[in-house]
């Protein structure tokens, strides 16, 4: 078999940990080249782990200058990968949905734009998202098919059209749904192929005689999963909790679409990371980690000892899409050992 480059288009701290697992620890031998597609995963990156690295402007929301900015931004990009790509034989993209303009056109224009004669798309996993299935609606695929008419202006952008799940994993062009150790899934079994550990240790580093907590913050307000009355009572019942089993230092870590700080309260530290939180907290310990429904509760599980408390609060509070939704979440934090109040 001739050369393979593997290409990784990450939008989180965790697609990126995923990335670098596959890169150096399932296919080390390939050619590695990132590409980061939002703002909030730069400073997560060590461009010294790949081949290439490049953050990739979005083309709706960063497009060029004058008319038909978005396409010519896309073309653009086109472009810019196939150059750091280079020339290769077999190419496997790895992404963490397929169906976004951002990323769909790359696969049927990059694999030419190459010279691969063979293309292989790959699901990173994208935290609580991918324990269901998202069934493309029937506007969906209507919309597909309108964004296949951009061909019109240039025939490299070709829509790959699919059906199924909105992320690709039942489309015929991906061969492999990468998961996370002991998630939840409903994805076919001749598809998954899971990974190894994301971050190596068990937050023993730093372990003192003070009693320590984390508390995880996450968009509830912002992202309508909580009514604004409700926000001030579920913050205040974690502040109770903490402050009933005498921890003597609070830690807060926010979420990038969070500049609200929702969860925070006086007297918590507020970490500035510069790295995902994931490989943060392998190496720092905690007593307990407490959040709301944040995928980052699973991660804590998996990391931390169980005399590490990891607690779910305000799951009588907080709005879910569905009975069925709610119903996996219960189900994927209840399987990973994340105790929900």
């Not at 000892?305 to 990891?310: I, S």
Request: charged share 25%.
């Amino acid at each position: 078999m001739g050369s393979t480059v593997n290409l990784y288009f990450v939008a989180s701290p965790l697609q990126y940990l995923a990335a670098r697992a596959i890169a150096q620890q399932v296919d080390p031998r390939n050619r590695q080249v990132l590409v980061w597609y939002k703002r909030g995963v730069t400073p997560v990156v060590s461009p010294k782990e790949w081949d290439a690295a490049w953050y990739m402007p979005w083309p709706r929301f960063e497009p060029l200058p004058g008319r038909f900015g978005g396409q010519r931004r896309l073309l653009e990009n086109i472009a810019r990968v196939a150059e750091l790509v280079g020339r290769c034989d077999r190419l496997i993209i790895h992404s963490a949905v397929f169906d976004t303009e951002a990323i769909n056109y790359f696969l049927r224009a990059l694999p030419p734009a190459c010279g691969a004669s063979q293309m292989h798309a790959r699901i990173l996993p994208h935290g609580l998202i991918s324990i269901r299935r998202y069934p493309l609606s029937l506007l969906k695929r209507g919309l597909q098919y309108l964004r296949k008419l951009r061909r019109l202006m240039d025939s490299r952008l070709d829509y790959c059209c699919f059906t199924g799940d909105r992320i690709g994993s039942d489309a015929p062009f991906c061969d492999r749904i990468y998961t996370i150790p002991n998630f939840p899934h409903e994805y076919p079994a001749t598809k998954v192929f899971p990974l190894p550990p994301l971050v190596f240790g068990s937050g023993s580093t730093g372990r003192s005689s003070r009693r320590t907590a984390l508390v995880i913050g996450q968009p509830l307000v912002g992202a309508g999963l909580l009514a604004r009355t409700d926000l001030a009572g579920l913050t205040e019942e974690i502040f109770r909790w903490l402050k009933a089993d005498s921890f003597d230092a609070i830690d807060y870590k926010g979420h990038p679409k969070d500049p609200n700080l929702e969860l925070c309260r006086d007297g918590y530290n507020v970490l500035a990371l510069h790295e995902p939180l994931e490989t943060w907290m392998a190496k720092t310990h905690y007593d307990a980690v407490v959040g709301v429904r944040s995928s980052a509760l699973l991660f804590a599980r998996q990391i931390y000892p169980q005399e590490t408390g990891v607690i779910a609060f305000g799951w009588d509070r907080v709005r879910f899409k569905s009975k069925s939704e709610e119903r996996d979440m219960r189900s994927a934090f209840s399987q990973c050992g994340v105790q929900v109040r």
